[in-house]
């Protein structure tokens, strides 16, 4: 028999390889040098605690692998700090402009489309594991922990973030905004009333009301909810973790430490882009939608 896991990641492969994750942040050819610099402006501008909670320049010397490279935005800031960096995909689409942006910006470094779960490195290859928003969409979360806990030498780090359940997104924004919101959507008149109170663009929204009208025996259950609200629509798989369960997931490593980061202003009504930066951090060390895991083997 067939595993429903082996279906539901082939469907998690199809979605990131037809919109690889931050494509949409920069409006100009995709692989050209203005496009990454583009995408990384808008990511270190909108979190701009990445830099902060990664450390990149601390991985100078050491071998990283990042799970989850994406567009190679964070893993260029490792290449630069001098790492010797090795970049996985679950996705081709990730892996050539990852490679492309190494190549363009004349940075070292390795890149291989790979199954976090399933990783083909020898035990204990690196010396930091890093991976950022990626492992809550792979259907064995915790299979993928074990696996970066394999390949990690003793002594090695692994700096891993979730999606955090204790969060404002997720408790206010995503479970009674957006699902508040979600009933507007069966109309014209309430999918541009939306987009006008939040900015959401259009087409975002009627893709949203179309799977609404499709899937609407499915869709406004809470974990298929959670799928169509954190990533975009079409979106098959997200999971959410409170700080104990992350607690679990990493239970073989000596030392875990836990941070909450990233408030995700836009959904906070009215006061959101008034708020100082010392108010938003504090905020979000608390209620942070982005919860950062700091595992030591």
């Given at each position: 028999?067939?595993?429903?896991?082996?279906?539901?990641k082939e469907r998690v492969r199809a979605f990131w390889q037809a919109n690889p994750c931050g494509v949409k942040f920069a409006d100009v050819e995709p692989g050209t040098r203005r496009f990454y610099e583009l995408v990384e402006a808008h990511r270190y501008t909108k979190e701009w605690h990445i830099p902060i909670a990664a450390d990149f320049a601390s991985a100078r010397g050491l071998k990283v692998l990042?799970?989850?490279?994406g567009l190679g935005t964070d893993g260029a800031q490792f290449a630069a700090a001098g790492a010797d960096y090795t970049g996985i995909d679950l996705t081709d689409a990730a892996v050539e402009l990852a490679r492309k942006r190494f190549e363009l910006f004349e940075l070292r470094g390795k890149f291989q489309t790979a199954d976090a779960e399933n990783l083909q490195f020898p035990d204990e290859s690196f010396d930091l594991v890093y991976s950022h928003g990626v492992l809550h969409h792979t259907p064995e979360t915790g299979k993928a922990i074990q696996e970066v806990y394999r390949v990690l030498r003793p002594g090695g780090r692994a700096t891993v973030m979730l999606y955090h359940r204790d969060s404002y997104n997720y408790r206010i924004n995503i479970s009674l905004l957006r699902r508040a919101g979600a009933r507007l959507l069966r109309s014209e008149k309430g999918i541009r009333l939306v987009h006008k109170v939040t900015g959401e663009p259009l087409e975002s929204l009627q893709e949203h009301a179309r799977l609404l009208k499709?899937?609407?025996d499915s869709y406004l259950k809470p974990?298929?909810?959670?799928n169509q609200n954190t990533d975009g629509a079409g979106n098959p798989l997200a999971r959410v973790y409170s700080r104990s369960e992350a607690r679990e997931l990493?239970?073989?490593?000596s030392?875990?430490?836990?941070?909450?980061h990233f408030l995700n202003k836009r959904w906070l009504?009215?006061?959101?882009?008034?708020l100082p930066r010392s108010v938003e951090s504090r905020l979000a060390s608390r209620w942070g939608w982005h919860l950062w895991i700091y595992a030591t083997k």
């Open positions: 028999m067939s595993d429903p896991n082996d279906n539901l990042e799970i989850g490279c499709s899937e609407k974990a298929e909810f959670l990493f239970k073989d490593f030392q875990v430490i836990l941070k909450t009504p009215v006061v959101g882009k008034l």
